[in-house]
């Protein structure tokens, strides 16, 4: 047999060994011994390890990788997404670990929405009417007038069915798109673009939430802004159907995607990054030093701050989606033509404080169900080892 064709049968068999636990190298070290050395390909192991396919990114399994010298400092190699050392219940990425996500989505944003359910009343109508609802204030004390300490929680009912199901699509379908993403770029592409992964993984999953909730959006705001319209999702349901059929459920869902893609995509990259950094620069030892309820402070500061940034990114459709959906016949750029650049921003202060408070209160909600369920937990990103060698950081 030839000595390249001897070389081609060991390398297709160095590939179909190496899944199984054997390394290349091994392979090629004993061809090695048993040919001249110049008939030795000397890259051949070089192109293996750089191989973007031979450790995809989100396999948490032992692989046998050739010994190389000990780290230093007793540190052991760190993959970006791979899960810290640490018991967990499930695999990630499994069906189960999807299906659990889903359900911290469901309690973050179903418990936390309907919770500010008056200081959302009160900002839609600051929207809508702010010739008589003057402030927040204002609104709150006319609101207590008219209806009473009742009145407040108007819609409570849509806010939380609609919300409950936005979480589910919302954190279940990110960690899906972040996943499916970032086996699609690789582990060296995934740490460098990893900003614009979190904005596309985000903004993926919002499309499908903003579907989810529009129906109960629509009913929680003619509940909210339309006095004597209807005071229960039970009456306005029915009503509202009977009106205008079922595009009066959907009529608003390009706005709430103008108004909730934005604020996820920030909502979730910001917080990503913000935790990224408050790890880097302000908590003094590594996450996996740190105890779970020194995480769960990282992980509410992190959300109030991303929380702040969303209010502001999203609050001009935020103000479209409220008075397009009182209004019968109007379109989202007859409502915004006529609400002109100022009107966009009436009850921004309100919107940030509930939004910051919202924001952080999910993330706490929604990392605290992965710690109760000891789903795996990413590190946070680290350059990878090839990445570094690339750019001649290590040696």
Known sequence: MSASRLT??????????????????????????????????????????????????????????????????????RRMAAAAVEDVSCEFGSMKYYALCGFGGILSCGITHTAVVPLDLVKCRLQVDPAKYKSIFNGFSVTLREDGVRGLAKG??????????????????????????SDMLGEENTYLWRTSLYLAASASAEFFADVALAPMEACKVRIQTQPGYANT????????????????????????????????????????????????????KPRSECSKPEQLVVTFVAGYIAGVFCAIVSHPADSVVSVLNKEKGSSAFQVLKRLGPTGVWKGLLARIIMIGTLTALQWFI?????????????PPPEMPESLKKKLGLTE
């Open 156 to 181: 409570w009912a849509p806010t939380f069915i609609g919300y409950s199901m936005q979480g589910l699509c919302k954190f279940g379908f990110y960690e899906v798109f972040k996943i499916l993403y």
């Open 8 to 77: 081609e049968n060991v390398c297709v068999q160095g590939n179909l060994t190496k899944a199984a636990g054997t390394s290349l190298p091994r392979l090629c070290d004993v061809w090695k011994n048993s040919f001249p050395r110049a008939m030795y390909p000397s890259t051949l192991t070089q192109l293996a390890r750089a191989n973007p396919f031979s450790a995809p990114l989100f396999t948490l399994q032992q692989v046998d990788e050739p010994k190389q010298s000990s780290p230093r400092h007793g540190q052991t190699k």
């Open 366 to 378: 929604y990392d605290s169900v992965k710690v109760y369920f000891r789903l795996p937990r990413p």
């Open 233 to 284: 999702l039970r009456e306005c349901a029915p009503k509202m159907y009977a009106e205008e059929g079922l595009w009066a459920f959907y009529k608003g869902v390009v706005p709430l995607w103008m108004r909730q893609i934005p604020y996820t995509m920030m909502k979730f990259a910001c917080f990503e990054r913000t935790v990224e950094a408050l790890y880097k620069f302000v908590v003094p």
